[in-house]
């Protein structure tokens, strides 16, 4: 019983000692001290402090929240701290922490938190004993509200003239589906221009829209048979942008709208040119909405047509095969012979195209022409048309000089006269009678010469005449006269 006892006392007075130590050494993580026979008053362990919880980014559901640590003691370090977050009275772990799962360091992140307002408590932990802070001041994760939309194109090559459909999504700040746009909205759809020929842009119905078309979303998304319908002209690379008229939250996806197929030439107006000399032009492949279809390449056979062949019959030379790159057409060796404003018409199976007019000028004057009556009489003046012509037999409108003039048959009057714009008019007498013609010849430049046609020259006819005759004797012995005109 003795040995008992004294194994009991010896003990007990272990177990003093070593809650002693403790409460030592731990003093400070505690406020207060105790004691007595066989056990340690221990005080309150101290818990974190200055607990802040932020939003730092609008766009993100995260709140970061930090604390100060108690001091250590000498050889003392605590296990870790979990985090809790509060609406109202109720609490949920906060920062993936528990009373099992601590964290070390004095700050973390709390994310994809729901839209609420909070205040935050941090728990330390020391072996069985734990302390928490006072909560932190409140902190607002912002409901969700509309703030981008995501497009899906059914294709991001759409070509010009055909249908396809967009799929939209709705999105709130925080990147995610917004569940609460749902319902028919009024978008307005921008970007795209009008085709060359100007075709606009075909967007959905507007008929229950103010502005903008009528957009039927199911919980953020517009998919499917609820997808909008567009059909674009203009073959570009674009941005389709989708905006909600109430708020201007928009939207865009980039497109790469395709020509169709080449309708069409568009042939350029090659410019004033003249005749014999050869020139060029460009013809560019063309779909039904004037957009260059690129596709159209390499050496391409086309008919050409258009100007008339030249006064003197010297028919138009075009070029047998164009090359195109990217869908323009380089034409060489175009060469015309009749002066006139003219068209350029190329061709190519169903597909043509004509350019506006443009100006062919006649070349420099080459000859004359004369044109005189068939006949005339000597001594009586008559009408005579002098004009100068081209290798190809234009009108050398550009002419102006002096001609020479001769008769084959005797001698003319005026014998030169003065042509301007490549023509002159006058008056001329020939002198003798008989088959003759008039030729003219530049005064200055001996190749630019003419003939007129073959004149009847005849001399003219008496005005009267005188006939004597004997009628028998006469008193006076002089024979009567009688007068006539050559008409009686």
């Avoid at 272990?14 to 406020?31: D, K, M, Q, R, T």
């Avoid at 912002?142 to 999504?169: D, E, K």
């Avoid at 829209?209 to 674009?232: D, I, R």
């Avoid at 003798?432 to 001399?459: H, Y």
């Amino acid at each position: 019983m003795s040995s008992r006892l004294t194994q009991f006392c010896f003990m007990v007075f272990l177990g003093l000692i070593g809650a002693l130590g403790v409460a030592s050494s731990a003093g400070a993580f505690f406020a207060g001290h105790g004691g007595g026979v066989g056990s340690a008053s221990v005080g309150t362990l101290v818990p974190p402090s200055n607990v802040e919880a932020v939003f730092p980014s609008p766009n993100v559901r995260t709140v970061d929240v930090s604390w100060t640590a108690p001091t250590e003691a000498a050889g003392m370090v605590i296990q870790g701290y979990y985090v809790q977050s509060y609406v109202g009275a109720t609490a949920s772990p906060a920062c993936g922490t528990s009373s099992t799962a601590l964290i070390t360091s004095v700050s973390c992140e709390d994310t994809d938190v729901p839209s609420n307002t909070y205040t935050y408590t941090v728990t330390v932990v020391f072996r069985s004993w734990t302390a928490t802070s006072a909560p932190s001041g409140p902190v607002t994760v912002p409901a969700s509200v509309l703030s981008s939309f995501t497009l899906y194109p059914s294709t991001p090559t759409p070509t010009a003239g055909s249908s396809f459909t967009v799929n939209i999504t709705a999105l709130d700040q925080y990147g995610n589906v917004d569940t609460n746009y749902t319902g028919a909205e009024c978008l307005t759809f921008s970007g795209p221009s009008n085709s060359p020929n100007l075709a606009a842009p075909s967007y959905p119905d507007q008929a229950s829209c103010a502005s903008g078309s009528a957009v039927t979303f199911l919980n953020g998304v517009a998919s499917g048979a609820n997808a909008p319908t567009l059909t674009l002209y203009d073959a570009q690379t674009v941005s389709l942008v989708a905006t909600d008229n109430p708020t201007g939250v928009d939207g865009a996806t980039d497109l790469s709208i395709l020509p169709g197929p080449v309708t069409s030439f568009g042939v350029a107006n090659p410019g004033t040119q003249m005749v014999g000399v050869s020139f060029g032009d460009s013809i560019t492949a063309l779909d039904q909405y004037g957009n260059t279809v690129t596709a159209y390449t390499g050496t391409q056979t086309l008919e050409f047509s258009g100007p008339s062949d030249s006064p003197n019959l010297t028919a138009p030379i075009y070029p047998t095969s164009v090359t195109f790159d990217l869908g323009i057409g380089t034409v060489t060796d175009v060469t015309l012979f009749d002066a006139q404003t003219t068209t350029l018409t190329a061709t190519q199976g169903p597909v043509t195209g004509t350019s506006t007019d443009f100006l062919v000028e006649s070349g420099s004057a080459t000859s004359y022409v004369i044109l005189a009556p068939a006949s005339a009489t000597t001594g009586v003046p008559f009408p005579v048309a002098i004009s100068t012509c081209d290798a190809y037999g234009n009108p050398a409108t550009s002419y102006d000089g002096t001609a020479d003039l001769v008769s084959s048959g005797g001698s003319i009057t005026p014998v030169t006269v003065t042509l301007t714009n490549g023509s002159a008019s006058f008056n001329a007498t020939l002198s003798t009678a008989g088959d003759q013609t008039i030729t003219g010849t530049d005064s200055n430049n001996s190749t630019i010469t003419g003939v007129s046609g073959t004149i009847d020259v005849v001399s003219p006819s008496p005005s009267t005449y005188t006939v004597t005759y004997n009628q028998g004797a006469a008193t006076s012995g002089t024979p009567p006269v009688d007068t006539h005109s050559p008409y009686d």
